[in-house]
């Protein structure tokens, strides 16, 4: 069974920072390794989109209003991804969501909340 925590969120006065953890504590590390470990958002009133993506090959993605500001790593060791948000922007505001893509099958976290003031 795949256990998505999320942890990290916050809230941080515009142009400040945050990082968001993903974790899967109870997998094996060969396992975690292999999975695509995508953060998503949702700010209110909105739909949820994706923001930014690690592969297992190392390789990232990310959504164009992130870029430069956003950065999504992972400590396969750990099991962990991280995403190191800076300069944050009231419009980063919402409810960040961790999935992994493992055997076919996306999972999904509860979200953890980000609120950016002005």
């Known amino acids: 069974q795949v256990h998505v925590e999320e942890s990290g969120g916050g809230l941080v006065q515009a142009g400040g920072s945050l990082r968001l953890t993903c974790a899967d504590p109870?997998?094996?590390?060969?396992?975690?390794?292999?999975?695509?470990v995508a953060w998503y958002r949702q700010p209110p009133g909105n739909l949820r989109e994706l923001v930014a993506v690690?592969?297992?090959?190392?390789?990232?993605n990310y959504a164009d209003s992130v870029k430069g500001r956003f950065t999504i790593s992972r400590d396969n060791a750990r099991k962990r991804v991280y995403m190191q948000m800076n300069n944050l922007k009231p419009e980063d505001a919402g409810t960040y969501y961790c999935?992994?893509?493992?055997?076919?099958?996306?999972?999904w976290g509860q979200g953890t909340q980000v609120t950016v003031s002005s």
């Open positions: 999935t992994i893509d493992r055997s076919g099958s996306k999972y």
């Open positions: 109870r997998v094996i590390l060969s396992v975690f390794s292999s999975d695509t």
């Open positions: 690690s592969t297992p090959g190392g390789g990232t």
